[in-house]
């Protein structure tokens, strides 16, 4: 009966990406012991969310991408509403409005929930549209990234907005954008940048990080903080690493925010480069398996639905890889299934279980 049970449960779920996505997250919560200084509450504390986001992606895995696609312009309206009601009466936490308090549910980040919704219904929108599609279709789709992308900027949360935004390009990019808009608009975004800097409209901090890239040295103690004890984190580790929880930098507290943005460099300097490698494989494995059920995908919908999740899963960990190693600006975007955090990681979990769905409910319709 049990066995029966467990295996009902079960069916609708890809044993190579779950058993990926278990690998990362496990090697998550080893290394969160260690950036928490051993306080076991917050292991146990993300443990719990982990579980229960592994039961939601296994619900969703459940559901057929037809049923989801129900979905799409009620969570996105929800979203909008939630972003605006961010700005208007959103938690302030360091200087930025980014939060809301729900009853019940305590702080959410409404912009997480975005990063579903918006991709869905782009693919909502191109499947209604499919074999009659012309560049008003790309202008509406183009609008509905524009609203959740400005309201993002506006708490500020850049790095957050610029990864709303690339899930709804990378739909637009796959629903079949032509390239030379693609082009001009690239044109169009470093002249709004260069306008941007000229005309102040960053803000002094992000004008730091950009320029902190360039030179980690020129502020070392302040802006350069992060980027500089993060590199010295990751080069002390060597070859084979410090030893799980002999890492220095992170024991002595001089890497910030090491539980969730910084936990690669905490990773990088207790186990080194080989286990970086590792986890680089481990990440690479999960993107290609979930390109492969992309292009397998027996619909439109799931097709263009895959696709920006997988691209998004590899904008994630290529962004924060990147800002932790000295490579990119510090943005504030966790490490897929590493990071401690709630709403990121519940985020990530149904998107697996999207691309379960659209694996499964493939082969039940080719069946």
Known sequence: MMQQLWAKFTDHLDPFLFAIVTAITALGLLVLFSA?????ARVVSQSQKVAIAVVLMIGIAHLSPQFIARFAVPLYALGIVLLLGVAFGGEV???????????????????????????LILAWYFERHEGSMNWRNFAVASALVLVPFGLVVRQP??????????????????????WRIIVGGALLGALGFWAAWEF????????????????????AQDAGWHTTQAAIAIGSGG???????????????????????????????EFGLLGGIVLLVLYLLMIGRCFVIAANASTLFGRLMAGALTLMFFT??????GMVSGMLPVVGVPLPFMSFGGT????????????????????????
């Open 36 to 40: 928490a200084n051993e306080a076991t």
């Open 93 to 119: 936490v360091k200087g930025a409005r980014r939060w809301l308090k729900i009853p019940g549910l305590g702080n959410v980040q409404p912009s997480e929930i975005m990063k579903i919704a918006l991709p």
């Open 157 to 178: 949360d850049l790095g957050t907005a610029l990864l709303i935004g690339a899930c709804g390009f990378y739909v637009l990019y796959l629903a079949g954008l032509d």
């Open 200 to 219: 102040n409209w960053l803000h002094d901090y992000q004008k730091e990080r950009i320029l902190t890239v360039i030179d980690p040295t020129r502020d």
């Open 239 to 269: 070859l084979l690493g410090k030893g799980w929880l002999n890492g220095t930098q992170t024991h002595l507290e001089f890497l910030p925010e090491k539980h969730t943005d910084f936990i690669f460099a905490v990773y990088g300097e």
């Open 316 to 321: 994630y960990a290529f962004v924060n890889m």
């Open 344 to 367: 990121a990681l519940m985020t990530l979990f149904i998107a697996v279980g999207i691309l379960m769905s659209v694996q499964t409910h493939r082969k039940l319709v080719n069946s």
